[in-house]
């Protein structure tokens, strides 16, 4: 089973504020602006920018970064992580995946990461407005 690697950015500005992992990258798309609806009294960094962003009237859009299987599934989401935030980026995450699964993951594909990835997967955008 793939899994599918992502970003969450504001479109105004690119800037990548959350990286994640997704069966479905659609419904989690939603799912981010439910969460929000559902934890109005949480300080979850995420939660807030999602909140603050959609308050402002502006678009949450969600980029595919790649698909990969879901052993390496890991692995690939630090990978992401680490380099929007050596790049600079405001990132939101709450914590980093779990290093046990991390570990596991590296074990089990010593010698290298396989990524499926298809040139049209690649940057694909999917975006959530403030829709009544």
Known sequence: MNTFIYAL???????VRYVGQTFEPASRLRSHRRDVAKTVHDDNPKRLWVEETIDAGLVIDMVILEE?????????????????KDAGHRLTNAAVPCRNKIVTA???NQSNI???LSAS????????????
């Open 106 to 108: 590296l074990r089990e």
């Open 68 to 84: 990969c299987d879901i052993d390496s599934a890991h692995v690939r989401e630090l990978h992401w992580l680490n380099y929007y």
């Open 121 to 132: 997967d690649m940057g694909a955008v999917l975006a959530i407005a403030d829709a009544q």
């Open 114 to 116: 396989k990524m499926d």
């Open 9 to 15: 950015r504001d479109s105004s500005s690119d800037e």
